[in-house]
């Protein structure tokens, strides 16, 4: 949530219908009581399938394809990479999982850079 400094995620080793459930469900644990979130999704084939199990606190709001520069989780990745992922070496899988965590409980730990990366006028009517 770019508008409150808060995240939620999942370090996982896939990326399907499965493992976006899991995520959704994860999202939705974070979601304020009586709140609703909303979730900008491109049009990955596992954001936008029918066998979501989508929480009643959760909304989708599909992006155009090929425009990241409206997904603010892009800019979330990116620093991430630039900052604690890339040009590493990792001699085993738990290593990269551990690196992962650490990253992104790094982020998690940075409410003013999730607004700083996240916030777009248009989504929060500013």
């Not at 080793?13 to 469900?25: G, K």
């Amino acid at each position: 949530c770019p508008q409150e400094g808060k995240a939620a995620g999942l370090v996982l080793p896939f990326c399907n219908t499965d493992t976006m459930n899991l995520h959704l469900a994860e999202i939705a644990l974070h979601v304020a009581p009586g709140a609703h979130a909303v979730v900008l999704m491109d049009q990955a084939g596992w954001h936008l399938t029918p066998k979501l199990e989508l929480p009643v606190n959760i909304s989708i709001v599909a992006i155009p394809s090929k425009s990241p520069e409206l997904n603010p989780q892009e800019n979330v990745w990116q620093f991430m990479r630039d900052n604690w992922l890339s040009n590493r070496v990792f001699g085993s899988y738990d290593e990269i999982v551990d690196h992962c965590c650490d990253a992104w409980n790094k982020l998690v730990e940075q409410p003013w850079r999730i607004m700083s990366l996240g916030l777009r006028d248009w989504a929060c009517g500013l």
